[in-house]
């Protein structure tokens, strides 16, 4: 059984609109629960104090990973299992195997962290995500307070800010965690 | 701090690195032994055409990031240009060698011998290309090309500091028109004076990927000094302005430009192993037999360090971090061009000696003996030509002193900070 939450929410024409709202924001101390967008926004993770990432050492650790496949399985193949002379080399023609670990380094990189992300944010076929608003998706900047809980003259404070900045739509809206 | 003086200190370190140079320099020539004219001249050609090589890259980059309409460089650009500037001097190098070939200064190119190319189908072949005049004409024209054209980008670009204005941009469509045509000449040009300049010193072997090979170590060690050259700058408190995302960037293109350097070196190793042509084979058979340490060497500085320490993002903004990969980057490219020059010239010199004294001992019964002997020599180890001796490193500070002095002298010429170009403020907010 999910919890449910109560999101105020604000839609903005612009990015730079939802910039500038993020910043007030900041400066009134209010805590901002997520801010949707279409499209990435320059400058708006430090303003959110996101943290770097760490999808990038996955990456690394999966394209290690790939690279030591590819170099051992065909090391494996040619010098143990079936040991071939191909062309006068060694029965461990090193370059040889090189452009190949290469390949798999970049696949396993690939295809690893596509899947990470994909089971650190919970996505599957049979996810069901709940949307604010259809817009958010489409032309519109997003900022979402989780009010949950809180008294209605701070509720207040919330949809103020929005209008203040600018939000051509306020809302709120009831959902499960999302 | 918009001005950089170029004096004191620094300026006083520099000369002395230059005598430095200088009296290695002679210490080769007079100390003696059958091959110091050689060793002199191959240290000469090996640091002329690295740094050459660099100023001609220099301009390459600003050409490229010119004609792509780029903003993010605009802030450090007085400092490519500074870079580029070596290439008069450089040019004046290469020139002294052209002409050591008509003089006869040195034994460097084995087509350049008369006597050997009469007796070699191989050479003769080739003679259309390779020699004298060619050689001559290619450094002069190619070299003095890319002088002009990169004089004419720096002066419309000092220009614009006095007669442009903000919303003109008279200067920059004048700069385009040069830097495009820099690159159609230098995209070929560069090629064809590598294949003279080095790619000739094996002159029996040949590869297709050599002059994009050691066009691309020249890069890689641009990108080197010019992010050197800026961390500098930014310590002694100039380019305010330059925030540390265009060192960011700079730091993306060594690591991503030493994965192609090692991308272009695999290439042309795996191609002429798995093709196993004997007269292909020799080039890397001489370099792995008789060179093994620094034949690994280079590669492991030359990949896996840049590759490692540059892949976190963190890494690349890091001033310490960088000054250390571009110094160690800066080395390994240094010593690619060693392996690249000395062994071929190694071997033509020996040949030079072996067939001197033939002559002289042709008469005698023993004459066959002496000239192999002088040959078997080629797998023995020498100073200088081996491994670098101290000669060698006096000899390449020597130069760097003289490049660095010459790049300084540059900077100091104009404000660091083109302010009226139009880029500026696109570069100074820029952001990754």
Known sequence: MKTKKNIVFGLYD?????????????????????????????????????????????????????????????????????????????FL???????????????????????????VNGLSMKAETEVLHDRISDDKFCLAYDVTGTAFEHTNAYESLLNDTGATFVSSKEMSDL | MNQFTFEGKTRSMLIGGIILGVVSMLLTLFAGGEMAST????????????????????????????????????????????????????????LIIAIGNYAGFHHLYHWADAEAVAGDPVLQGKSAFLNKHMYLLATVAFVGMWWFMNKKIRDYSVDEDTNGRFGDFKHMYSTRKWAAGYLAIAGYSSAIIIWLWLMSIDAHWYSTMYAWYAGSSWWVSMLAFAILIIIYLKSKGALPNLNEDVIHDLGKF??????????????????????????????????INEYPFLFYLIIVLNFPIPFLVLMSNSNKRKMGTMVFTSIV????????????????????????????????????????????????????????????????????????????????NTLSKAALEPANDPFIEEAKHHHV
């Open chain 1, 93 to 119: 023609p090193t370059p040889a195997f090189i452009p190949i670990t290469f390949e798999l380094t970049v696949l396993f990189a690939g295809i690893g962290m596509v899947v990470t992300y994909f089971i």
């Open chain 2, 39 to 94: 060793r002199f001249w191959s240290n000469f050609l090996h640091n002329a055409t690295f740094f050459l090589g660099i100023g001609f890259m220099a301009a390459f980059a600003m050409s490229v990031w010119i004609t792509a309409w780029s903003g993010w460089f605009v802030m450090s650009k007085r400092v490519f240009e500074a870079l580029a500037s070596f290439m008069g001097l450089g040019g004046i190098f290469m």
């Open chain 2, 254 to 287: 060594l690591f991503g430009f030493s994965v192609f350097w090692t991308y272009l070196w695999f290439s042309q190793f795996m191609l002429i192993w798995y093709g196993n042509v004997g007269e292909e084979t020799i080039y890397f058979h001489t370099r």
């Open chain 2, 329 to 408: 980057v800066i080395i390994g490219h240094w010593l690619d061009f060693f392996l690249m020059i000395k062994p071929g010239v190694r071997h033509t010199a020996m040949e030079h000696l072996a067939h001197a004294e033939h002559a002289t001992a042709a008469h005698t019964e023993g004459g066959h003996e002496v000239a192999h002997e002088v040959v078997e020599h080629v797998s023995h180890f020498a100073a200088g030509f081996t491994l670098p001796g101290f000669l060698e490193l006096g000899t390449f500070i020597g130069f760097l002193s003289l490049f660095l002095f010459v790049v300084f």
């Open chain 1, 14 to 90: 612009d990015e730079q609109d939802l910039l500038k709202a993020v910043k007030v924001s900041n400066e009134r101390g209010l805590k901002i629960y997520d801010v949707y967008s279409p499209f990435p926004i320059h400058g708006l993770d430090p303003l959110l104090g996101l943290k770097e990432s760490r999808l990038h050492i996955v990456g690394f650790i999966f394209g290690t990973l790939g690279a030591m496949t590819a170099f051992f399985f065909m090391s494996w193949i040619f010098k143990i299992d079936w040991p071939n002379v191909f062309g006068g080399k060694a």
